[in-house]
Structure formats: C-alpha cells, structure tokens
C-alpha cells in the first residue's frame, strides 16, 4: 500500500498564542491602585506625617501645659478642645509646607492650596475635638478606678529608671492631667493618618490628576 504524501510543516504556519505581558497582574483596580500613588509618594507621607503628628503634638502638650495653669483641672475635658484649637492653627500651616515641599511637590497656588489644607482638616476636626474631650474623660474615669494598681506598677517601673526619664515619670504619675496628654496623643496620631486622601485628592490635586 502507498502511503500519500504528507504536507510539510514550517514554524511559520504554526499558529501563535499571544502570551500576556503581565500574566499575575489585575489590570484594573490594582492597577488604578498603583496610578493613585506614584513610587515613593505614600513613603513621604508617612516621612513627614510621623514629624507632623511629634510636632503637632509637643505643640499641643505645650499649649494644655499653660492651660492647665489657669483652667481649674475639673475642667480639663474641656481645656483639652481649648489647647487644640489654639496649637491646630499653627500645626497646619507646618503640616501644609512639608506636604507641598516634601510629598506632593507642586508648585504655586501657595493661598488656595493653604485654605485647602485648612478645610481638609476642618472637616474632621468637630468629630476630633469630641473624641479628644471624650477620650480624656474616659482615660480619667479609668486612671481614677486603677489608680493603685497604677501607682504600684509606675512604682516597680521607677526602679529601673534614673535622671531625666525618672523625673519625667514623677511629672506624669503626680500630674493630674495625665488623661489629656494621653489623649492629644492618640487622636494626633488618627488625625494623621486619615488624612492622606483628602491631601492628595483636594488639597494638593493638579490638573492632571484630575
């Protein structure tokens, strides 16, 4: 029996399966992800948000520090929203300069970008100076109900510290408002991280990003 000819095959007729360029990468919400923060822009922030959030705070401990000696200490859930109110100010327009210089790098537009940054702020600052007020009476309720188990853990703590830190855990143990300190602390730092959206999409928002 004759076997018939058989077509010979070239490597041109073979067909071609198009390989992606990117097999392992979603090509839509991580990458819009990506566009929404350029290479190195949310590490600046966080850079500077970490000096924003120390200096934003030893402003506003300096500020209740001077209050304190004038405003009964009964008071102090409400000289908490006082020593915020006075140092908030001055803390945006530092916070509003490092962001511009340092994070988002534009230029001009110095006025509107700077009542920008203020409104930024603005928007959360009600529901912040509630939370501050709300937070140091919590703390004073909970220092007041553990205040000896407080005093004997600060104490044992005490033995193992000499000099400055010794003396500046005297300060807080002995110190009434202890409750507002820890409280500006915690609300500064919440304060700074919610914040990167409203910078990047209406403070600092060029032409082209939008």
Known sequence: MTIP???EHHLADTPVVPIPQDPFLPK???Q?????MPGGQFTRYLTVGVFNTVFGYCTFALTL???NHIVPQRFLYITVIGASLISTPFN???AYFGYKFFVFQ???NYLIEWFKCFGVYGVGMLPGLLALSGVTKLLQATIH??????HLTLAHIATHLSGAPLATLHKLSSGKAAAGYLAGALVQGFTTIFSFVGHKKVTFKTKAAA
């Open 92 to 94: 945006i327009t530092v």
């Open 28 to 30: 839509h919400r991580l």
């Open 32 to 36: 819009r992800l990506v566009n929404r």
């Open 145 to 150: 109900a553990h205040g000896p188990q407080l």
């Open 5 to 7: 000819p058989q077509p």
């Open 65 to 67: 520090f001077l209050l």
């Open 106 to 108: 534009t230029r001009g």
